[in-house]
T-cell receptor, first 115, second 115 residues
Framework: EAGVAQSPRYKIIEKRQSVAFWCNPISGHATLYWYQQILGQGPKLLIQFQNNGVVDDSQLPKDRFSAERLKGVDSTLKIQPAKLEDSAVYLC?????????????FGSGTQLSVL | GNSVTQMEGPVTLSEEAFLTINCTYT??????LFWYVQYPGEGLQLLLKATKADDKGSNKGFEATYRKETTSFHLEKGSVQVSDSAVYFCALRNQRNTGFQKLVFGTGTRLLVSP
């Protein structure tokens, strides 16, 4: 079974520039998550989708971050404009559904460096 | 709120040594507890889980017991291998009948095993 695909693998931008990340979850997985993992910290949930609807975006900095999952399959996360503190690994994950014991499958992440 | 505290790394061991990585949690209600592992260059993978008090999760020689009295979920392995070198994340997710409960991660503990 194919895993969660993310691209690009690495991205280097200057502050105030824009950047977008793409995620293709495992086929049939209704729930998609974007996590931010800052160096030395655990992953922090930014946004969760159930199909194409947002379930939780309480920790998404909405003044600069946006995400969409228009057809309920793949998703994009955008940062505009980027700040130095956005340097992190952005992880996408998916699960079959959103129950408490659902197993999350993670992609390899996109490592963002903001200079 | 919900939180997870892990011992700081790196943990450096020789092959065949005994491993313990401490994890304690703070949560309201009755959370499910997880250990995720991140091998170099790969995404996080679920290693094991426990969904109620006194449950023992186990996988690949690793074990962790859900201790409600000490709010702990320590990861153990009797004999580590070089291939176990990775970052280990403890996590919790609260259980509710309705509504979304996010997965909360600890900061991760890097394990380095030398031959």
């Amino acid at each position: 079974e194919a895993g969660v695909a993310q691209s690009p693998r690495y991205k280097i931008i200057e502050k105030r520039q824009s950047v977008a990340f793409w995620c293709n979850p495992i086929s049939g997985h209704a729930t998609l998550y974007w996590y931010q993992q800052i160096l030395g910290q655990g992953p922090k949930l930014l946004i969760q989708f159930q199909n194409n609807g947002v379930v939780d975006d309480s920790q998404l900095p909405k003044d600069r971050f946006s995400a969409e999952r228009l057809k309920g399959v793949d998703s994009t996360l955008k940062i505009q404009p980027a700040k130095l503190e956005d340097s992190a690994v952005y992880l996408c994950a998916s699960s079959l559904n959103r129950g408490s014991n659902e197993k999350l499958f993670f992609g390899s992440g996109t490592q963002l460096s903001v200079l | 709120g919900n939180s997870v505290t892990q011992m700081e790394g790196p943990v450096t061991l020789s092959e065949e040594a005994f491993l313990t990585i401490n994890c304690t949690y703070t949560a309201t209600g009755y959370p499910s507890l997880f250990w995720y592992v991140q091998y170099p260059g790969e995404g996080l993978q679920l290693l094991l889980k426990a969904t109620k008090a006194d449950d023992k999760g186990s996988n690949k020689g690793f074990e962790a017991t859900y201790r409600k009295e000490t709010t702990s979920f320590h990861l153990e392995k009797g004999s580590v291998q070089v291939s176990d070198s990775a970052v280990y994340f403890c996590a919790l997710r609260n259980q509710r009948n309705t509504g979304f409960q996010k997965l909360v991660f600890g900061t991760g503990t890097r394990l380095l095993v030398s031959p």
